[in-house]
């Protein structure tokens, strides 16, 4: 028998989480409803969750802060709820690596809908057939399986997209993609992002390989097209 897959529901207002775990569990999840930014925490580190639903605005923190402390120990993708429009949350939601961000009101089975596009490309993306080897450049090494990108073995520190974005450039190293092309491979749900967020992403990446590199840049930006991976000479 299939275990079912867990999700964690961080949510304080009743009616809202009683509507996304009935939409949820109709799907066939297990859900758990917790109210408190630290109550999800010690669940995520004690259980065994494949995707988390942070409300933004929660009675002990701010939804963006949990995301913060979780990434320093799991790397599970995670949905942002929030009862505001403001295009700035959403931009710093998605810039911080979130996985999908949904403004209330919304249609509990489109929750449900996007929860399993996440997985999908989650699993999508743990997963590569033996015989499709990456190029890369000998100084990187790619470990899928535990989603780690390393220089000269030594393990970078990137988010979620970071690492989605790096890697791609380096399997590819000469091939120029499209701002929008970066978004369909790597973003869960590219209509509802901006390119402005691959430029973000860009950035942060930059500044931690020039760090690694001694000031090189190795990300090549070809203007009004996108960006490519500098193979060496």
Same mark, same amino acid.
């Given at each position: ?12 207002? =009743? ?13 066939? !999840? ?8 630290? /109550? ?8 065994? !969750? ?6 933004? +605005?929660?009675?002990?923190?701010? +939804? ?15 949905? !942002? ?11 710093? +939601? ?56 390393? !220089? ?9 997209? /970071? ?7 380096? /399997? ?17 749900? =590219? ?34 097209? +996108? ?7």
């Amino acid at each position: 028998m299939q275990v079912p897959v867990r999700i964690l529901v961080v949510e304080d207002e =009743p009616a809202i989480a009683e509507t996304i775990l009935y939409a949820l569990r109709k799907e066939g !999840f297990d859900c758990l409803n917790v109210t408190l930014g630290r /109550e999800a925490l010690a669940q995520i580190e004690a259980g065994e !969750f494949a995707l988390a639903i942070f409300d933004v +605005g929660l009675p002990d923190c701010n +939804g963006f802060d949990l995301y913060r402390q979780l990434r320093q120990f799991s790397e599970i993708p995670v949905m !942002f709820l929030t009862a505001r429009a403001d295009e700035v949350d959403r931009i710093v +939601g998605l810039e911080m690596g979130a996985d999908d961000y949904v403004t209330k009101p919304f249609s509990p089975r489109e929750v449900a809908a996007r929860v399993k596009v996440i997985l999908r490309r989650a699993a999508l993306s743990g997963s590569r057939p033996e015989k499709e080897q990456p190029r890369q450049s000998p100084t990187f090494r790619i470990d899928d399986a535990a989603n780690r990108i390393y !220089f000269a073995e030594q393990a970078i520190a990137l988010t979620r997209y /970071e690492y989605h974005l790096l890697r791609t450039l380096l /399997e590819h190293p000469d091939h120029i993609f499209s701002r929008d092309a970066l978004m369909q491979r790597i973003w869960v749900a =590219p209509d509802h992002s901006m390119e402005r967020t691959v430029d973000a992403h860009v950035k942060t990446l930059r500044a931690k390989l020039r760090e690694l590199l001694g000031g090189d840049d190795p990300i090549e930006t070809h203007r009004g097209i +996108g960006y490519s991976w500098k193979r060496k000479q």
